[in-house]
């Protein structure tokens, strides 16, 4: 992301060939081919975007207790 932050916490999903960082509390639906998420307490808007094709994951959060900036390592 680019600029100052402007929310104290994000939420992330992440993988690689061998690895995925995810969380169990927080969960969203996201497009396996492009980088949006859907998340919606509506049960008939859940029940379509599984039709789209949009996958749950769960979402780790980052508590950026405020500060303007912020850096993520994922190993």
């Not at 402007?6 to 081919?33: C, E, H, I, L, M």
Request: hydrophobic share 30%.
């Amino acid at each position: 992301m680019s600029g100052d932050l402007t929310n104290r916490n994000y939420y992330f999903y992440a993988y690689s060939d061998d690895t995925q960082w995810q969380g169990k509390k927080y969960y969203f639906y996201v497009d396996p081919q492009n980088t949006f998420s859907y998340d919606s307490l509506d049960p008939a808007a859940v029940r379509d975007v599984k039709k789209q094709g949009f996958e749950k994951h769960g979402f780790m959060v980052i508590d950026t207790q405020g500060a303007p900036s912020f850096l993520q390592q994922l190993e």
